[in-house]
């Protein structure tokens, strides 16, 4: 099936937003469970010895380079593209 | 990328030492008897309770022992202590910490655990209570973990993670500028993508760096942002970089890009070394290796630590290598397309 090059980049772009949500989404989660930890439940949180800190840090990581390197993918993939229309 | 699956694991199930959390009462007056409630982490007090040992320390030496020592749980105990009402000197009020021995777990101590304020009547005859006894034949526990360290608990962890950040990105920034010099040198444009793919990624690995830390620094100093020194340099530093991107983005001409680029990269790096490893250093930081605090050495980072830390660091700029190579790649094809 060959798509229509117009629709194609509107849909790359809209993938793209959704990506880009999706990571905000994440980073506000992130942070709501760092807020949560300074202020509504500090013995608790205490009590378990801030493993969520770590978890939160390495998610931040992990996450942002998917991101980094999936944004690379497409840019590849664009290029693949524009040499195939060559 | 089997180094950095080994960070991960090794990083999240060695556990920690045992450690005290929280005493409470936190503070009393001198010359009662005072239930001490005791808290602990990863502790196993139900195990061997009988030859469970506890302390109130002044100074080195001068320490007074529990009268009776309970367990609950394994994570709870009552200690009792006789706070004798004459100190050997004076002060406005007495810090105490509190030391508990354990044929398992080993010695913990929770520093500044007590506050005791002075009595209104003073019997020097309870001075000699302070010599009576010493903390002697403590135990350490066997096997493999990481420190306990009061506020940090099981962040510590966090040292493989935040740490390697910058690492990489100093590393990264300090080859994009070796590539900007070749770049001056030789005038060839592959030089110049090379340096610039450095310096995104180097971005990338900054902003990583400037996020965990911020996170860290939410659950241990108690704020995002404390404006402590090494956080403003940081930040400094990555606002640099990305006005380099934002210059290299505003120049049209492609020759000028690249040596307008090459030039800033290198007065850049040579700006970066004493924002990030000399001005910290020179005032208080929070951060450990500023100000006078021990970096990379002390219990802070120990042996078992370094074990996990050291191919962390590796891996990471490893890493970041490896990304930088492939948005080289891609930019050059990109030019070339």
Redesign the interface.
């Known amino acids: 099936m060959k798509l229509d090059k117009s629709f194609h980049i509107y849909g790359l772009f809209q993938q793209t937003m959704k990506i880009k949500s999706f990571t905000l989404l994440i980073a506000l989660m992130v942070a709501q469970t760092a807020l949560g930890q300074g202020e509504t439940a500090p013995d608790f949180i205490r009590s378990i010895g801030k493993i969520y800190v770590v978890a939160g840090v390495c998610l931040i990581i992990l996450l942002t380079l998917f991101a980094y390197m999936i944004q690379l993918d497409r840019k590849i993939s664009k290029i693949e593209k524009r040499q195939k229309n060559e | 990328m089997g180094i950095l699956l080994y960070v ?1 694991i090794a990083g ?1 199930i060695v556990p ?1 030492k045992p450690g005290i ?2 005493v409470s009462p936190e503070k009393t007056a001198a010359g009662e008897l005072v239930v001490l409630d005791v ?1 602990g ?2 502790t196993s007090f139900l195990t061997d309770s009988a030859h469970l040992r506890a302390w109130l320390r002044l100074t080195g030496d001068t320490v007074i022992a529990a009268q009776h020592v309970q367990a609950w749980d394994n994570r709870n105990l009552s200690a009792s202590f006789y706070i004798p009402s004459a100190f050997p000197f004076r002060q406005e009020a007495y810090p105490l910490s509190f030391v508990l021995d354990h044929s398992k777990d080993g010695t913990s101590v929770l520093p500044n655990a007590i506050f005791i304020t002075p009595a209104a009547i003073q019997d020097t005859a309870d001075l000699k209570l302070w010599y009576q006894h010493k903390i002697e034949n403590v135990h350490t526990k066997a096997g493999i973990q990481y420190p306990f360290r009061n506020i ?4 510590i ?2 040292t493989y ?2 740490v390697p ?1 910058w690492f990489s990105m100093i590393i990264l920034f300090g080859v994009s500028a070796w590539y900007s010099l070749k770049y001056y040198k030789k005038g060839d444009i592959d030089f110049d993508r090379m340096s610039v793919a450095f310096i995104k990624v180097g971005l ?1 690995f900054g ?2 760096g400037l ?2 830390g911020m ?2 620094a ?3 100093w ?1 704020a ?1 942002w404390s404006w402590d020194v090494k956080q403003n340099m940081s930040a400094i530093c990555l606002l640099i970089y990305a006005a380099l991107m934002v210059m290299r983005s505003s120049v049209e001409d492609d020759m000028q890009k690249a040596r307008l680029t090459a030039g800033y990269n290198m007065f850049a790096f040579v700006l970066v070394i004493p924002l990030l490893f000399i001005i910290p250093r020179m005032t208080d930081s929070l951060h450990p290796g500023n100000g006078g605090n021990p970096a990379l050495g002390g219990e802070d980072l120990d042996n078992t630590m370094r074990l996990v830390f050291y191919p962390a660091v590796i891996g990471f700029i490893m ?1 970041g290598l490896w ?1 930088s190579q ?2 080289y790649r ?1 930019d050059k ?2 030019g070339i ?1």
């Open positions: 991960f999240w920690l959390i929280k808290t982490y990863n940090l608990a099981e962040t962890r966090n993670f935040h950040m990338v902003v990583l996020l965990t996170l860290w939410k659950n241990t108690n995002y890493l990304i492939l948005v891609t094809l990109k397309a």
